[in-house]
T-cell receptor, first 114, second 111 residues
Framework: GAVVSQHPSWVICKSGTSVKIECRSL??????MFWYRQFPKQSLMLMAT?????????EQGVEKDKFLINHASLTLSTLTVTSAHPEDSSFYIC??????????FGDGTRLSIL | QKEVEQNSGPLSVPEGAIASLNCTYSDRGSQSFFWYRQYSGKSPELIMS????GDKEDGRFTAQLNKASQYVSLLIRDSQPSDSATYLCAVSNSGYSTLTFGKGTMLLVSP
């Protein structure tokens, strides 16, 4: 149980492109979803927390207009990186949680901006 | 500022040995503690969760929590080469709050 699917797993695109990443909980209802970013040899850095039907809460230093998060249903959240630039290249990982249960992570999306 | 500290390693152990991974945290209000395993290029996978002082065993894994010392550890018995990965310690104030991750300890198990 507790499977989280993330898509796509790998994206390579040109600078200035907007990229959408999907995160789905397959066998449970995710009341809360989280988006993380991880640079090489670094730990996970929380970007934002989203609850179904409400606006995401962004961590300090994360631009909400650049990283658009939508959590329209209890099983789907999306992260859109708008006008991506090479410095946005990173490993983006979502996680989902049902109420008090531990977070379960998706497989991650490796984003490379040329 | 909540902090979770881990030795970055690498921690090298021979196959069959016990691997001991340690983690300290700064926030005394922390209530929930987790160990995640992350293989290179992959996302974290939940290994253990522990919420009360003492030991919690699951197969070859034992999590130990000492809230007075603000210390949590993970023991891996009969270590296997497939256990080679980075182990992340994560802490939260409650079931509703966010996780704070340590930087992880790299474990290398040699055949």
């Amino acid at each position: 149980g507790a499977v989280v699917s993330q898509h796509p797993s790998w994206v390579i695109c040109k600078s200035g492109t907007s990229v959408k990443i999907e995160c789905r909980s397959l066998d449970f209802q995710a009341t809360t979803m989280f988006w993380y970013r991880q640079f090489p040899k670094q730990s996970l850095m929380l970007m934002a927390t989203s609850n179904e039907g409400s606006k995401a809460t962004y961590e300090q230093g994360v631009e909400k207009d650049k990283f658009l998060i939508n959590h329209a249903s209890l099983t789907l959240s999306t992260l859109t990186v708008t006008s991506a630039h090479p410095e946005d290249s990173s490993f983006y990982i979502c996680s989902a949680r049902d109420r008090l249960e531990p977070q379960h992570f998706g497989d991650g999306t490796r984003l490379s901006i040329l | 500022q909540k902090e979770v500290e881990q030795n970055s390693g690498p921690l090298s152990v021979p196959e069959g040995a016990i691997a001991s991974l340690n983690c300290t945290y700064s926030d005394r209000g922390s209530q929930s503690f987790f160990w995640y395993r992350q293989y290179s290029g992959k996302s974290p996978e939940l290994i253990m969760s522990i919420y009360s002082n003492g030991d919690k065993e699951d197969g070859r894994f034992t999590a130990q929590l000492n809230k007075a010392s603000q210390y949590v550890s993970l023991l891996i018995r009969d270590s296997q080469p497939s256990d080679s990965a980075t182990y992340l310690c994560a802490v939260s104030n409650s079931g509703y709050s966010t996780l704070t991750f340590g930087k992880g300890t790299m474990l290398l198990v040699s055949p």
